[in-house]
C-alpha cells in the first residue's frame, strides 16, 4: 500500500491552522457536477421566472414604470373578475373532487368490495389524457348539440359550469393518487385495537381514518386548487365567456402580444399556487414525522352492508369516468357527431395525416421519449449526487430548494418565463428558441419536483455507507454508482420515466407559448383544432395520446414486473400493493 | 497475508490533538492516542460520545478540524479516503444487495487489475477465512445477519489492508450470533495481526474481545489500558460506572488513610488524604466480603452488620441488595456466587456482616 504516498501527496497539517482535507480527484468531480446540475436548475427556473418580475414592472418599451401595470389591471372590471372567477372556481372544484376522491380511494383501502384492481385503473385514467379531453367530452354531452343537454334546464355548459366538471374529471385521479397513498400508510395496528375495543364504526372513522389522512387531504386539495387555478386547456376550450386567470394570459400573450401584461397577470396566477404550495409543504413535513416505520398495512374485512354501498359508488364513478373518456373516442370514430353516427376513421385519416397535423402527434412522441430519457437522467443523478456524496453543504441545500419550486409554479407561468428568457436578444442560450430542446426543457422542469422526490425517496431507503465502503476498496464512486445504485434503484427510475412521459404527452399549459410551426405538439393540436372547430379531429388526436400514454403506462407494468420477478433473488419483496 | 514492512518504529497509528465540530456541537476535544502494531483496540463509550466520528476521521470519511493522524510513519492527515490504507466494517453490514457474495468480496479487487486466477484465489481463500466457502453465488438477502457479517469482514480483509476499523460490527446480532462472532473475530484478527479498531458500547464486548480499551465520554478520553487495568483500576468515575457495576459511598476524609462514611470509619490503603475533605469512595460489588454470622468481626476495621434487602439471581452468581445497619451508611449491593445464596442464611432479611476491604475501597478522579 506504500503506493499511494507517492505522486501528491497533500502536505502535512499547518500548525495552529484549521484542517483542510485534500480531495481526490473523484471527489473534485462529483462536486464539479453537483455544481454544474446546481446552475443548470437555476438558469432554466429561476432565469425565466427573474424575467416574468423583470417584465411586470417595464412597459412595453422597458422602461421601469414600477407597479403601474399592476394598477391598470387590477382597475379593470373585466380582468379583477378573472381572478374571483378564478379562485371561486378552483375552490368548488377543490370542495367537491375532495370528498368524491376519498371515497373512492376509501372504498379501495378499507372495504373488501370485489374488483378493486380495476376500480384503481379507472380511477386513475384521466391522468392519461390531457384536460382538453374532458372539455371537448363534456361539450359533446351537454353542448349546443349534446346529447344529455336537456339535463342541464337550460344552463349553458360553456362558461363555470363546463369548467367545473371538466376540472373535476381531470383533477380526480391526482387526488385519488394522494389520499390512495395516505390511506394504504395509516397504521392497520390502530384499526385492530379499535376493532378489538368495539370502537363503533363511525367513531373509529371520525378518531382514527381522518385524522390519519388529514394531511393526504389537506394535500390533496392543494394540488386540486393548484391545478385548476392553473389550468388553462379546459376554460379556453369550454370556459366561453367566463374569463380566468390562465386565458387571460393566453390572451394578453398570444393574441395582444402584450408580454409585459402577461408577466403581470402571471404573478397574479403565481400568488395563490404559491400559497398552495407552501401549505402543502409544511404538511408534508409533518406527515413523514406521523407514520412509523413498522406500520402494518390494514387488512379489509368482509361487511356485506358497506362493501355493497362501496361497490355501488365506486361502479357509478367509474362508469361517469369512462363515460367521459368514451365519448372522445367515440367522437373521434363517428362520421359528424350528431347527425351521422355511423363508424369511420375519416377523423385520423382525413382530419389529422391528410391535413399534416399528425406530425405533431409524433413531435409530441418524440418530445415526451426525449424528455423522459434527458430527464430521468439528469434528475436521477442530480439527486444521486445531492444524497450520496459529501462537501458543500450551501450548493446542496440550494439544490434542494429550487427543486421543490416547479410544484409551486402554474404551467402557464414558466412557459412564459421561458419565452421572456430564450428570446431575450442577450441569452446566448436564445438560439434554443423554437426548438423541440426548449420544449424538452420546460417539460422536465416543469416536472421536476415529483420526480425528484421519487429519486430521492429511493436513494434515501439505500444503505448509507455503500460509498463509504467503495472509499475504502479504493473504487471509484461512477462505478459504483453503475454497478450498484442505478441497479438497486432502477424501479424508481423507471416509474420517473414513465411519469415524466405521461406528463410530455399531455401537457400543454408549459408549452403553449414555446412551440413553432415545426415542433407542434399533439396537446397544442387539440386546441387549434378546437378553435376551428374541427371537434373530430381533435377527438381523433386526444385519443391517439391516451393509447399513447397507457401503452407506456402498460409497458411500465410489463418492465417493472419482469425486472422484479428476475431479480427477485437479492431484492425483498416489494413493499405496497 | 502479506506481512506490512514496518516503515517507521513507534506506533502504527499515532493520532494528535484530534477535534471536531458539527456546527456549534464539539463532537471531540483534542483526542490523542497511540496504537500499536497488530493490536485490537476498541473505542468504549455511551451512544453519542463521539466513537464513530472518531472512526470516521480515521478512514477519512470525516474531515477533523484540528490535529493530525500518521499510520505507518506517513502523516495522513489530509489524505482523502480512498488514498488511505484501511478496510472498514459497519453495523448495517452495507453489503451491496445485486451483487452476489462472490461479487461484493472481490468488490474492491477487481479494480486493482489482479489477474482473474489470483481474484478467484483470494476470494475463495477469504470465504474459507471467515468459514462460508460455498457461499460465493448467493445474495446477501439469503444469508443470516451473521453471516453477511462475516462476508462484509471477508470483504474488508480482501485487499490485506493495514487497518481494521469496525463500527458496531456486532450490534445488529442476536444475542447468541453475537456472542459467536465475538470469538471468530477476535481469532482471525489475531491470525492476521491486522491492526484493528472495534467501537462498541458494549462493555463485555470491550473487556473480552480487546488488548487495549479507550473509554471515551462526550468527546474525550476518560482512560485507555488493558482490560483488567480498566476494570480493576478506573481512572476517573465515568470510567467506573460505565464499566462494570460499582457502589459508590460518598463520605468525608476523617484522617489521612480513613474517610467516614455514615457515621462509620472505614480505613484505606492510601494516606495522602486531607483531613475534612469531601470524597467519594467507589467499591466493585465482587469486592464486598459478606459474612452469614452478623457477629463475625464485631468491631473490626471496616466490618459492619447489614441486613439482606434482596436477592437478584444473575445466572453464575446473585447480587445482594444490602442495606446496613444502625447507622445512615449507604445501601450498597454485593456479588456473592449462586451456591452461597444456596447454603442459605442470605435471603431478604436475613442478618449478616460485611467487610470492605480497605484495598478495595477507590477514589477516583
Ligand atoms: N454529521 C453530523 N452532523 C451533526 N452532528 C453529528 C454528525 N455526526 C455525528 N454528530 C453528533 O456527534 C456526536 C457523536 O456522534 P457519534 O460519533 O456518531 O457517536 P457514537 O458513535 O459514539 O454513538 C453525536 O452527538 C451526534 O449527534
Ligand atoms: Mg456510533
Do not use: M
Given at each position: 500500500m506504500a503506493t499511494a504516498a507517492t505522486a501528491s501527496a497533500p502536505g502535512p497539517v499547518a500548525a495552529g491552522r484549521v484542517v483542510r482535507q485534500a480531495l481526490h480527484w473523484q471527489e473534485r468531480l462529483a462536486l464539479a457536477l453537483l455544481v454544474a446540475c446546481c446552475a443548470a436548475l437555476a438558469f432554466f427556473l429561476l432565469g425565466p421566472l427573474f424575467m416574468i418580475l423583470v417584465k411586470s414592472v417595464q412597459d412595453k418599451d422597458g422602461a421601469f414604470v414600477g407597479l403601474l401595470q399592476f394598477r391598470d389591471y387590477l382597475g379593470t372590471p373585466a380582468l379583477r373578475q378573472s381572478i374571483f372567477n378564478t379562485l371561486g372556481v378552483a375552490l368548488v372544484v377543490t370542495g367537491i373532487t375532495i370528498p368524491l376522491a376519498f371515497t373512492f380511494a376509501y372504498a379501495l383501502t378499507r372495504s373488501a368490495m370485489p374488483g378493486k384492481a380495476v376500480f384503481r385503473v379507472v380511477g386513475l385514467?384521466?391522468?392519461?389524457?390531457?384536460?382538453l379531453l374532458a372539455a371537448i367530452s363534456f361539450i359533446q354531452w351537454?353542448?349546443?348539440?349534446?346529447?344529455?343537454?336537456p339535463l342541464l334546464g337550460?344552463?349553458?355548459?360553456?362558461?363555470a359550469l363546463g369548467i367545473v366538471i371538466s376540472s373535476i374529471y381531470a383533477t380526480f385521479p391526482h387526488a385519488l393518487m394522494i389520499i390512495l397513498t395516505a390511506l394504504l400508510l395509516a397504521d392497520g395496528r390502530l384499526y385492530e385495537a379499535a376493532e378489538s375495543l368495539g370502537t363503533r364504526t363511525l367513531r373509529r372513522f371520525f378518531t382514527i381514518t381522518l385524522p390519519g389522512a388529514k394531511y393526504g387531504l389537506v394535500s390533496a386539495a392543494m394540488v386540486v386548487f393548484s391545478y385548476t387555478v392553473s389550468d388553462f386547456g379546459i376554460p379556453k376550450v369550454?370556459?366561453?365567456?367566463?374569463?380566468v386567470l390562465a386565458v387571460d394570459i393566453y390572451k394578453q400573450v398570444?393574441?395582444?402580444?402584450?408580454f409585459n401584461k402577461g408577466a403581470v397577470v402571471s404573478l397574479i396566477l403565481l400568488l395563490p399556487v404559491l400559497v398552495a404550495f407552501v401549505v402543502d409543504w409544511r404538511m408534508q413535513g409533518r406527515q413523514h414525522a406521523?407514520?412509523?416505520?413498522?406500520a402494518v398495512p390494514y387488512v379489509a374485512r368482509r361487511k356485506p352492508w358497506f362493501d355493497g354501498a362501496m361497490f355501488v359508488y365506486c361502479t357509478l364513478v367509474a362508469l361517469l369516468l369512462l363515460a367521459v373518456l368514451g365519448m372522445a373516442v367515440y367522437t373521434s370514430f363517428?362520421?359528424?357527431?350528431?347527425y351521422d353516427k355511423s363508424f369511420s376513421l375519416r377523423h385520423y385519416t382525413f382530419g389529422l395525416v391528410d391535413g399534416g397535423v399528425i406530425v405533431s402527434f409524433f413531435n409530441s412522441l418524440r418530445m415526451a421519449f426525449v424528455t423522459a430519457l434527458l430527464g430521468t437522467m439528469f434528475i436521477f443523478g442530480c439527486a444521486y449526487l445531492l444524497e450520496k456524496t459529501r462537501g458543500m453543504p450551501g450548493t446542496r441545500a440550494l439544490i434542494r430548494l429550487l427543486a421543490s419550486i416547479p410544484m409551486g409554479v402554474p404551467g402557464m407561468v414558466l412557459g412564459l418565463g421561458y419565452i421572456l428568457f430564450f428570446n431575450?436578444?442577450?441569452?446566448?442560450?436564445?438560439?434554443?428558441?423554437?426548438t423541440l430542446t426548449i420544449l424538452v426543457l420546460a417539460t422536465v422542469v416543469h416536472y421536476y419536483t415529483s420526480s425528484h422526490l421519487t429519486a430521492v425517496t429511493a436513494l434515501k431507503?439505500?444503505?448509507?455507507?455503500f460509498e463509504s465502503v467503495s472509499a475504502s476498496l479504493k473504487v471509484p464512486f461512477y462505478k459504483t454508482f453503475h454497478r450498484v445504485t442505478v441497479p438497486v434503484c432502477l424501479p424508481a427510475i423507471l416509474d420517473i420515466g414513465r411519469y415524466l412521459f405521461v406528463n410530455a404527452m399531455v401537457t400543454i399549459s408549459a408549452v403553449v407559448f414555446l412551440y413553432s410551426p415545426d415542433t407542434q405538439l399533439a396537446a397544442v393540436a387539440i386546441l387549434n383544432l378546437d378553435e376551428a372547430g374541427e371537434i373530430g379531429p381533435a377527438a381523433a388526436m386526444a385519443t391517439l395520446i391516451v393509447v399513447a400514454s397507457a401503452s407506456v403506462c402498460v409497458l411500465y407494468a410489463l418492465v417493472t414486473r419482469v425486472l422484479l420477478t428476475r431479480t427477485q433473488g437479492w431484492r425483498r419483496p416489494a413493499p405496497g400493493n | 497475508m502479506a506481512e506490512n514492512a514496518?516503515?517507521?518504529?513507534?506506533?502504527y497509528l499515532r493520532l494528535t490533538g484530534i477535534a471536531k465540530s458539527f456546527g456549534r456541537f464539539q463532537?471531540?476535544?483534542g483526542i490523542d492516542l497511540a496504537i500499536e502494531r497488530g493490536e485490537l483496540v476498541t473505542f468504549l463509550?455511551?451512544?453519542?460520545?463521539?466513537k464513530t466520528t472518531l472512526l470516521r476521521i480515521v478512514a477519512g470519511l470525516e474531515a477533523q478540524d484540528w490535529g493530525t493522524i500518521v499510520q505507518d510513519g506517513r502523516d495522513?492527515?489530509?489524505?482523502?479516503a480512498i488514498r488511505r490504507d484501511y478496510g472498514i466494517v459497519f453495523q448495517s453490514y452495507?453489503?451491496?444487495?445485486?451483487?452476489t457474495i462472490h461479487a461484493n468480496v472481490a468488490y474492491g479487487l477487481v479494480n486493482r487489475r489482479k489477474g482473474r486466477s489470483e481474484i478467484e484465489r483470494r476470494v475463495a481463500e477469504l470465504l474459507k477465512l471467515v468459514g462460508l466457502?460455498?457461499?460465493?453465488?448467493?445474495?446477501?438477502?439469503?444469508?443470516?445477519g451473521g453471516q453477511q457479517q462475516r462476508i462484509a469482514l471477508a470483504r474488508a480483509l480482501a485487499s490485506a489492508p493495514g487497518l481494521l476499523l469496525l463500527d458496531?460490527?456486532?450490534?445488529?446480532?442476536?444475542a447468541l450470533e453475537r456472542l459467536r462472532l465475538r470469538g471468530e473475530i477476535r481469532a482471525l484478527q489475531q491470525r492476521l495481526g491486522v491492526t484493528t479498531i472495534l467501537v462498541t458500547h458494549d462493555q463485555e464486548e470491550a473487556l473480552s474481545m480487546a488488548d487495549r480499551i479507550v473509554v471515551m465520554n462526550a468527546g474525550r478520553i476518560e482512560q485507555v489500558g488493558s482490560p483488567r487495568a480498566v476494570y480493576?483500576?478506573?481512572?476517573t468515575p465515568f470510567a467506573a460506572d460505565f464499566i462494570g457495576k460499582i457502589n459508590v459511598l460518598p463520605g468525608v476524609a476523617a484522617g489521612r488513610d480513613r474517610v467516614r462514611v455514615g457515621g462509620r470509619a472505614l480505613l484505606l490503603a492510601r494516606n495522602d488524604l486531607i483531613e475534612g475533605s469531601a470524597v467519594k469512595l467507589y467499591l466493585r460489588p465482587e469486592d464486598v466480603v459478606v459474612h452469614?454470622?452478623?457477629?463475625?468481626?464485631?468491631?473490626?476495621?471496616?466490618t459492619l452488620a447489614a441486613q439482606v434487602a434482596k436477592v437478584e439471581f444473575l445466572g453464575a452468581f446473585c447480587v445482594l441488595g444490602l442495606a446496613p445497619e444502625g447507622t445512615d451508611f449507604p445501601a450498597l449491593s454485593a456479588n456473592v456466587p449462586r451456591h452461597a445464596v444456596d447454603?442459605?442464611?442470605?435471603?431478604?432479611?436475613a442478618h449478616i456482616a460485611i467487610t470492605l476491604p480497605p484495598a478495595a475501597l477507590r477514589i477516583l478522579g
Open positions: 385514467t384521466p391522468i392519461l389524457a390531457p384536460s351537454f353542448g349546443n348539440q349534446g346529447l344529455l343537454k337550460g344552463t349553458p355548459v360553456y362558461g369550454i370556459g366561453g365567456n367566463f374569463n398570444i393574441g395582444q402580444q402584450n406521523q407514520f412509523s416505520a413498522r363517428i362520421k359528424l357527431w350528431p431575450h436578444p442577450d441569452n446566448p442560450f436564445n438560439v434554443l428558441y423554437h431507503s439505500l444503505d448509507g455507507e | 514496518r516503515s517507521s518504529e513507534g506506533p463532537a471531540l476535544h463509550g455511551p451512544s453519542g460520545c463521539g495522513i492527515s489530509r489524505l482523502p452495507a453489503l451491496f444487495p445485486n451483487l466457502p460455498d457461499s460465493g453465488a448467493k445474495y446477501p438477502g439469503q444469508l443470516s458496531e460490527p456486532l450490534s445488529a446480532l442476536d480493576e483500576t478506573p481512572a452469614r454470622d452478623p457477629a463475625t468481626g464485631q468491631g473490626a476495621a471496616n447454603a442459605g442464611g442470605l435471603e431478604p432479611g
